[in-house]
Nanobody
Framework: QVQLVESGGGSVQSGGSLRLSCVFSGSTYGSFCMAWFRQAPGKEREVVAA???????KYADSVKGRFTISQGNAKNTLYLQMNSLNPEDTAMYYC?????????????????????WGQGTQVTVAS
């Protein structure tokens, strides 16, 4: 059973920073990808950034240059460093993981590629 737990959300002023963390239980054996998605009220869930153990990172255009996704050395931890936050970044942020052993040529940005999801952590940016 794979479980993902996010932490690090909160309320900040515009221009501020937050660092989200996600820890998953289960094996780190084999290749897999992880991603951060976000969903604002009344909007579709959208990808923020994705990373694969072997194939680099990808970012949504709206966060390029401001957010950085990374994995811990043990590979069961995922981070999202968020700088220069603005009110449009306000959303529930979710951590997601693909099935292990499935190789992707580049980090997938489609939510249906991800099999496991956390419960989310709220990020609120005040103007």
């Amino acid at each position: 059973q794979v479980q993902l737990v996010e932490s690090g959300g909160g309320s900040v002023q515009s221009g501020g920073s937050l660092r989200l963390s996600c820890v998953f239980s289960g094996s780190t054996y084999g290749s897999f990808c992880m991603a951060w998605f976000r969903q604002a009220p009344g909007k579709e869930r959208e990808v923020v950034a994705a990373i694969c153990t072997e194939d680099g990172t990808k970012y949504a255009d709206s966060v390029k240059g401001r957010f950085t996704i990374s994995q811990g050395n043990a590979k069961n931890t995922l981070y999202l460093q968020m700088n220069s936050l603005n009110p449009e970044d306000t959303a529930m942020y979710y951590c997601a993981k693909t099935q292990s052993g499935v190789h992707y040529s580049s980090p997938p940005l489609i939510r249906y590629e991800y099999n496991y999801w956390g419960q989310g952590t709220q990020v609120t940016v005040a103007s």
